[in-house]
């Protein structure tokens, strides 16, 4: 369907993908269409997510492309992650982590040490505090922490994987172990 002539692509998200032909990026659609990022500033792009993908500046710093290659998002932050539900993490110059909107506009303040992308069925993302206790944050900004558990997973489908006494289970957006560690 889309002859074999790039030298890397990425898996299509939202009907695009990214592939690389020498230095020169490119966003595919599925039909094979192709678009040239034109920015000479664009160092390298991230896989696709909600019609954004990341990519890093020739300055170092990261920010996010359109599907039509042109800039979204200025490269301004030392490293981000996927949007998933409108909303990503980013981390600023200072090594601070918040969430940003599709617009680049903090939701949730700068605030944390490290963060993961939010899961769709919780709506929870795991972030490191600045005491350095993993919790959960909800798209308000509120934290959850789960006290039972001495490994705090990501959510995925309504779960997250944790450990307990030396045995791994899974727990629910409230703490709850939904499957006993075993």
């Not at 539900?85 to 903090?106: F, H, M, V």
């Amino acid at each position: 369907a889309i002859p074999a002539k790039y030298d890397h692509v990425s898996e299509f998200n939202g009907g695009n993908a990214v592939a690389k032909l020498g230095t020169t990026f490119i966003i595919l659609d599925t039909k094979g269409t192709e678009t040239m990022v034109q920015d000479a500033s664009v160092a390298d792009v991230k896989d696709f997510s909600e019609k954004l993908a990341p990519f890093k500046a020739t300055n170092k710093k990261f920010g996010f492309l359109k599907s039509d290659g042109k800039i979204a998002i200025a490269a301004q932050f030392e490293s981000v992650g996927y949007f998933e539900d409108g909303i990503a993490w980013a981390k600023t110059p200072a090594g601070t982590l918040g969430y940003i909107n599709n617009r680049g506009e903090w939701v949730i303040q700068p605030q944390f040490e490290a963060g993961k992308n939010f899961d769709a069925s919780t709506g929870l993302a795991r972030v490191k505090t600045h005491t350095g206790n993993w919790a959960y944050v909800n798209k308000a900004g509120e934290l959850t922490y789960v006290n039972d558990t001495e490994v705090w997973g990501d959510f995925s489908e309504g779960l997250a994987d944790g450990k307990k006494n030396d045995k791994r289970g899974f727990y629910d957006s409230k703490g709850k172990w939904v499957i006993q560690p075993t």
